[in-house]
Each structure stands twice: as C-alpha cells, then as structure tokens.
C-alpha cells in the first residue's frame, strides 16, 4: 500500500496511525522518511502518539537511535520519550546500540547521559556492541551499566574527564569488581569530553584494561596516544589476546622482555618524540639485543610512527618489521626527504599494501613504480614549502586505487586515465567517462591562516568602514573554523563602530551562534559598550535558541577585569529563551540573587550553574513557602558553584543560604561557594531525605554532630574542614570525634585549611607533619598536598607505596635544610611539586647519586622544586654554596634515568613568610 505525508496532519493523525498499521510491507526507512515528514508539522507529542502504534514494525534494534533525535533537535529529551517506548521484550532484542550523528559530523558538544536513560540500556541484556557518541558517561556510570551487560564484546563511548569521576584504580579491592563488569570485553575505544586531560591518569587508566580484561583485544583514544608498556607489559600475568599496543620508542625493551605474552599483536603505533633524545639517532647498541625478540611478534602487519625525527630510526624499526607490514604510517617531526622514505621503505616493505606520509619533505627523483603491493597512497606535505613534485612518480605504483595528496605544487600534470579525479582545479574529461577507476584527491598547499588574509584584505582595500561588504563575502565565502572568525571580527571591530560589526554579525546568525560558545568573544569586541553583548543576543534567531544546551561568559584571559558588571534583566531575559540550557557559567557579570532564582524559573533542565552573585542581594530563605516554590525553580540542579562579589559583607546570609540550598535543591551534588568556606552543619542537622551531595564543608568540632546524620549523606567523597573560625582556632580533635569519619564510607578525599595548634589532627596530621603517621592512618594514599607549614623529613617515604602525587609548600625557616632524598623516596613517584625549601650541598649529591643508582625517582614524570632564594645569599661560614651547575646535574641524572620521558624544573622563589 503507497502512502505519502504531504499535508497538515494534524486533524488525520488517527488515520495516518491506521494507515500505517495495515502496511506490513512497509520497510522501515520508508517509515522513517514519512515521520520526518511528520515532525515538520506536527508537535513532538503527536509524533510519539504515532511512534507508539508502529513503533514495533521500525526495527528499531537495527538502527543507529540519533535518527530519531533528529526528528526535534531541538528537544534534547526527545531520545529518552522514545526509549521508555520499548518494551522488555523488544529491549532484549537489541544486539547492538548506536546513537552517533548521522551526517558522519564528529559530535564535539555530547550531552551528559541521564539515569533512566542508562537503565533502559540496561534492559537490552543481550547487547554485544554499544557505539554512543552523542552522550558522554563518567567512568563510574559506565561501570555500573556494564555490570548489566555481561555480553558486551565492544564499547565506542566519550568519557567525562573530571578526576572526581575517576576509577580506583589503584585500589587492589576494585580490580575484581572491574572484571566481573566486563567479563566478554574485547574493544574499548573511548574519547574524552576534552583533549586536556590528566595524561597520567588515562595512561594507568589504559594499562589497567590491558592487564585486568583477559578476552581485551583492543583498548585505545580516539584522539591521544598513551604508552600501554609500563604496567601492562611489565607485569602481565597471563598471555593477551591484545591485537593492538601503543609504546614510547625507548620503551620497546619493555615489550621484548614480555614478548611471550602478547602473541597477537597485528598493530604497533610508536610514539618517538616522547622520550627520546632528538639530537642523536638511535642508540643501536641498545636495540640491538631487541631486534630478535620484535620478529617473534609475527603478526604484525601495520605500523604506525609518530614525531619521527630522522631517517635512521625509520630505517631501525623497518629493519625489524618492514618484511611482513601490509600498512605503514609515518609521521614526521623533523624532515626527511622523500625520496629517501621511500626507497627505504620499498627495500624493507615488498608487501606494503597502505602508506600514509605525513610532513615528509620534497624530492622528485624516486618513483613508485616498484612498489608493486601499493593500493592506498596519502602524503600530506609541508605547508611551509613551495617546492615542487613530480607527479607522475607518486602515481607510478601499477595497483593504486585511491591516492590523497596534500599541500603540494605539481609538475608532468598527467594523471593516468585510470584515476578519478576527486577534488582538483584540473579537469579531464576522459576522466568523467571512466566508472570502473580508481580515486584521486589533490590539493595545492595549505592556505594562508584566515587571519592574516583577512588582514591583507583590510590593508588592500582601505578603511572597512566603506568596505565592508568585501569583508562579508571574504567571511562568507572561506569555510573557516569558528576561532579564527572571532579573531577576523576583532580585527574588524578595531576599525568599525559596534552598529557596522552587528550588521555583519547579522548575515551570519543562523551558522554562527552555537550551543556551548563563549559570549565573551563578543562582548570583547567592545569592553566599553556594555550594551554590546545584549544586542548580540538579540541576533540569535529563537528557534536557534531554544536548542542551546550550554552556555558561557567567562574570562578568556588572565588580566580580565575583577571588577565584574551587574546582570539587567534585559540581558538575561534573552537567555530565558534558551529553554533547553543545562549548563551556564557566567564570569563577567554578577547576579542579584532575586534575579538569578527568576531566570532559572525559565530553564527546568538546568544541571549545572556558576555564577557570580552580589554580596549585598537577599532572599526570603526564611519563608517556608518560599522553600517550596525555590525547589520547584531548580529540580533538575546538580551543581551550584557561586562567588560573592562586591563588599565583604553579608557573610553569615551566605552561610544560611548555602545550607538552605542543600536542604531544597532535590537533584544537588554539589552546592559550594568558591571563595569562601561556609559550614554545612545546619543543612546536615535538618536533611530529612536522603541528599545526593558528594562535597561538605564543615568546622571540625562539629564533626560529630554531622556524623550523626551520615546515612542522608552516603554519596559524600570530599570533606572539608576549616580550622579558623571567625579568627579563633579550633581546638584539637580527640580519637572518638576522628572515628566518626568512618561513617562516611565513600569519603576519599579530606582537606584542611588554617591548621595552626601543634595538637590539631593528632591522629592524622601534627606540625611540623609527621608523614609516619598519614602512612600509618593512609596506606592507600595517591596524593598528598600540604600547603604552609613545617614538614619533619627524616621519615624516608619508602612505604608510601600508593603514593603518586607529592605537593608541599613550605613555612619558611631559614635554618632547616631539607632531607630531600626522604620525601623523594615513594618508590611509585609520578608528579613532585616541591616549594620554599632549602638543601645543602651534601644533601644534593646524595639524592644526585640515589637517582643514578636507580634509588628513587623511577617512575617520575613531571618533577618542580622550587627552591628559597635566600640559600643562595647565605654569608655563613657552614653551609656550601651550591653552584648552578650542580643542579644541571640533578636535572640531568633524572633525564637519563627515565630516558627524557620526565619534565624537570629547578628554580628559585622568594619565600613567603608568616
């Protein structure tokens, strides 16, 4: 039966319902073409209404999900309605999941993943395959829901990067819980919601997959590469069914001595600028002894180099792998000529099937016509060069299918008739008649930054103001990315008044404006015109707006203004418009608290919020139906993070406010004012339900009384505690008020601030600190920060065997030299931030030697001492002056040790005294 949606449906949309119930022959993208159809004209209810009665004859178990989302892009929740429409039944049918845009667009901006929607995944218990690129998950939710999914053989997933949502890792306790989540596991390929990520923690993340998850084959990020050797090479117990590895190139050694245990590894990617000395080539004494044990690994076939650097370490590891590689890649740091790649790489590669060359340098003489195997071809050349190639040599391979060549200027322009010619500025029409052909894509080089041809425009063509229409079609017409058209406009609006630069902001409203943009790029264009932002957001076309999920205003600089701009009404009005917001965070203006509750009335999805608030705005916290009507603004807020601006007044409000935000934000995780500590006892005292915060702030004698309340706090992982109250210190803790820590179970995190009296933690920490003890109280301790005060040094910290991250920054004392080989002694060391110390000569030469020993400092990857000043301007008689080239030598023992694989600094600063 033919059916067709062409006009308004809404008064036949029972008929249209009927219809589609009595067309069993209808295949399903039919169905999906006649519901976008549908969804144009009809409200997302109504589409539902129709989605419920055909829902079952879509199949939906074979379709990538984000089809229906794009039915009402803009109604993020869309998904989810959709979702609660399967049934158990039809849940368990589902062998693979996917939600990834289907235009084939990397989605940059994924949604945090809901709960319910999590636990409808986990209805589908047969899965074996999830793809979701559209939301990101903290590790902790992926855990969770996997632990559901026993079948899962492969997970394409983005990661929030916050630490707090951070694995165990390091806990022995967790490592059966993480196997028996991912009991089938054989791929993991995970993106992270930013490319600023803690390296060392993803590493230990990596590793921890390889080593735990007996049938992973293949763990790895879209969008960083990771040494996988030191935990998972070192120390694996069983034979890996790995089919993939990423290692330093020092660190082969690591695999060789290992090399038993990882029988499968097709795929090697190695990463040369990360530890390895570029001044040299490859130590060859040293790899060497490798080279035999490399070749037992007999299946690999493909090969990947990144940060090259020379000809001679290409020509290293071909020597060991060329033989069987069908795939090689290369890209390089330092540049090489081509014509020596090349005839390197068909000498040690006969069967190499795929070659991709990146920033190679140019060479005309080599041609490909012995590279007998080649299929694919990609160069990406230089872009800096305006050398030429010869063509017809990197066409000369005889089974070429498909060729890219980048950022090139071609001579003998002759493409055999055999290539289609993809995307050129040459045509051939011989070319168009051939169907049966291969590929080619050729591009000359790189064009010049956006920025600075739109410069040479201005220059060119005279004041804007009587150009701008040039000026349009340049932005108009270069497809470029959205920083450099920020940049673009501020050089334009140096030159043009703010109604010239709205005109033209105004031609480009519907591409420019996106969800999760910085609106201080705009108001930055004219920091005196403080309507200027205001009538930028009045360009944002509505139904635009409804559609945006983030939103911020923050400092893109470090000399911002501190003095921040009231919040007018008129302003965020405009933001009421966007009524699917989930996220704000605003740094240049600041809120009357009245204002801010108002405008949240208008935002039910809100999740997260930063905002300034002005220290002199109230509201009537005290009034009970007020209470109401303030947990019914903001059910959905997670996270509340506010700063007081303006006179510092109004304090004891601000703690009452705070603690009556706990009480009646249902949804709140955290709730914390960023520059000031205020005490969450009261809120503690008088929760009735069980509170979903994971952070309190507390004065210490009143540890007890909150402890009494810990089971409506079980998700706390941070406490705080302040020491100075009002200017008075608190008195010291006895045993029985420590223990009451114990009932918060999921507490891993505790900060003090303000310590003073020699008494104060005596069961964890006394001053000066006495490490012994945090080992005796902490031995599962990763990371231990101590800010302003004295430390005793003579208790060497070989027992902290978890500890990872050492930051002290010392009370100055002008007669204490530190012992520092005893706080550099944790044998798993990563990061060490040392401040305001002294050392003497003595004492350097001792760590210097311990270091050389391989000692200490084995594993350290990012290691700051900086030391107090003063040392170096002692008259006294009993200490040796160190000289410069002696802390050149503690730098250079630690590069050595871990073969450049560490950042090193030494410097001075002038102490702080109190």
Known sequence: MAMSIDGPPDGNLVQLQLEYLECDDLPPEKVMQSLHKLAAQVTSSKTLAALSIIFSKL???????????????????????????????????????????????????????????RTKFTMMKNLTYIDVEK?????????????????????????????????????????????????????????????????????????????????????????????MTEIACEKMEQTSLLKYIESTSNNLGRIVANVEKFPHIESLTLLWGRGFDFATPPDKEKWHPWKESLKKLTKLTFLSNYDLNSPECLELILSIFGANLDGLFCDFLTECKIDIVLKMIQEHCPKLAILELINPGFGNSYSLESFKSLIDL?????????????????????????????????????????????????????????????????????????????QMLMRENGPPDENMEKYYDFLASNDMPYKSFVKCLHSLAAHVVPSKTLELLSKFSDKLFVSGMNLRDFSNLYPTETNFLLEVLRLIPEKKAEGFLELKICATGRNESTSPLKMEQKMWTEFTKMKKLNNIEFGQYSFDLKDLVDMCTHLPDLRKLKVLINSESRLEIEDAEYAQKFSNTMPNLEEFTFSITGPNEGLIFFETFTNFC????????????????????????????TSGLEQLQLIPNN????????????????????WNRGGVFIIPLDKEEWDSLKKFKKLTCLINFNMKNTKNLEFILIDP??????????????????????VDDHYSLRSFASLLDLRITFRFDPCNYLILSNLLAAPNLKIVKLSGFRVNKDELKRTILLIKTKAILTKAENLSLMLDATMMYDEGKEVEKIEEKEFESFCTAVRMLRNGMVSVKIDFEDPVIC
């Open 59 to 117: 199949d939906a178990y074979k379709m990538n999900l984000e089809e229906f989302a794009v039915l009402y892009p803009y109604e993020p929740d869309f998904l989810l309605k959709v979702l609660r429409l399967i049934s158990p039944e039809d849940a368990e049918r589902f062998k693979e999941l996917r939600i990834y845009p289907t235009n084939g667009i990397v989605c940059t901006s994924p949604l945090k993943i809901e709960q319910e929607m």
């Open 703 to 722: 540890l007890c009384r909150v402890a009494q309340n810990a089971e409506k706090f079980p998700h706390v992982k941070v406490l705080t505690l302040e």
């Open 769 to 790: 600190i006495d490490l012994k003890v945090i080992q005796e109280h902490c031995p599962k301790l990763a990371k231990l920060k101590i800010s302003n005060t004295f």
């Open 378 to 454: 990609k160069i990406e050349f230089k872009s800096d060069s305006c050398k030429e190639v010869k063509l017809s040599n990197l066409l000369a391979a005889p089974k070429l299918q498909t060729v890219g060549l980048y950022g090139i200027q071609a001579s003998n322009f002759s493409i055999p008739t055999k290539f289609k010619v993809a995307k050129h500025e040459y045509q051939s029409t011989q070319n168009e008649q051939h169907h049966d052909c291969a590929h080619i894509d050729i591009s000359h080089s790189r064009e010049m930054d956006p920025l600075k041809k739109f």
């Open 135 to 227: 939301y990101y998950f903290t590790l902790e939710e992926l855990v969770d829901m996997s632990r559901n999914l026993p079948a899962l053989r492969t997970i394409k997933v983005t990661i929030d990067h916050d630490h707090e949502s951070w694995l165990p890792i390091e806990d022995p306790d967790f490592v059966q819980t993480f196997r028996d989540s991912f009991p089938s596991l054989e791929e993991f390929i995970f993106s992270t919601t930013t490319i600023e990520v803690d390296i060392n923690y993803f590493e230990r993340l990596i590793n921890f997959f390889i080593k735990h998850l007996q049938n992973l084959k293949e763990v790895k990020n879209k969008n960083l590469l990771f040494d």
């Open 662 to 689: 706990i009480k009646h934000l249902p949804k709140a995780r955290v709730v914390r004012c960023n520059n000031k500590l205020f005490d969450m006892t009261k809120a503690c005292e008088e929760m009735e339900q």
